[in-house]
């Protein structure tokens, strides 16, 4: 089961970092955060998404987003791994621009629900899934996406949905399907005709339908 729900407070937990020890909502401030795991360090998928990750990092500064992932493994396997990350990324000698959480008790990963029973390392253990989750300013749960450990994330999806997650928070609006920004957006159903009309002064479009609704409702941000 999943530690913790959308919109839920997310746990205030102190661990140790490659940048020393963290209060989490201390290090995230007033910035949204995405915190994501990795099953093991010194592991092939693992090190191409935290390189990925690291070629990115402006994208999430741009988005006023605080990065931190999270391994089971010591913060001295994590230093000597974002060495081999960093020069996978072709950036020999640059440090990785983000922490790592180092949760060698794995009470980090139980208390979140990350565990993947179906991957166990050479002890027997489970190792953790590769687990994505998005949190506001408000400090709660925005976002929770689970992949299991055999899978890469995309992190050209997890920007788009950031993307997705400040403009409905800021706007009365919902995103459709494949989203991007730029496109259209929905006005969401509780929104009266009069209410959208005066909210959205590009104009809202209607898309005529058999049964007649009214809720095919389209608008420009």
Not at 115 to 143: N, Q, S, Y
Request: hydrophobic share 40%; charged share 25%; net charge negative.
């Amino acid at each position: 089961m999943p530690g913790v729900l959308l919109g839920d407070v997310f746990p205030n937990f102190e661990a140790e970092t490659t940048i020393g020890r963290i209060k989490f909502h201390d290090f995230l401030g007033d910035s949204w955060g995405i915190l994501f795991s990795h099953p093991r360090d010194f592991t092939p998928v693992c090190t191409t998404e935290l390189a990925c990750a690291a070629g990115i990092t402006g994208e999430f500064k741009k988005r006023g987003v605080k990065m931190i992932a999270l391994s089971i493994d010591s913060v001295e396997d994590h230093t000597n791994w974002s060495k081999d990350v960093m020069a996978f990324n072709g950036e020999t000698g640059t440090p990785l621009p983000f922490p790592i959480i180092a949760d060698d008790k794995r009470s980090l990963s139980v208390q979140l629900g990350m565990l993947d029973p179906d991957e166990i390392d050479k002890d027997g253990m489970p190792l953790t899934a590769r687990c994505v989750f998005v949190i506001g300013p408000d400090k709660k749960l925005k976002l929770s996406i689970l992949y299991p450990a055999t899978t890469g994330r995309n992190f050209d999806e997890l920007l788009r949905v950031i993307d997705s997650l400040q403009l409905t928070a800021q706007k009365k609006v919902a995103t459709p399907v494949n989203w991007k920004p730029g496109d259209k957006v929905m006005v969401i159903p509780s929104l009266s005709e009069a209410e959208a009309t005066a909210l959205f002064p590009n104009g809202v479009t209607c898309k005529e339908l058999p049964s007649g609704k009214k809720y095919m409702r389209f608008t420009q941000p």
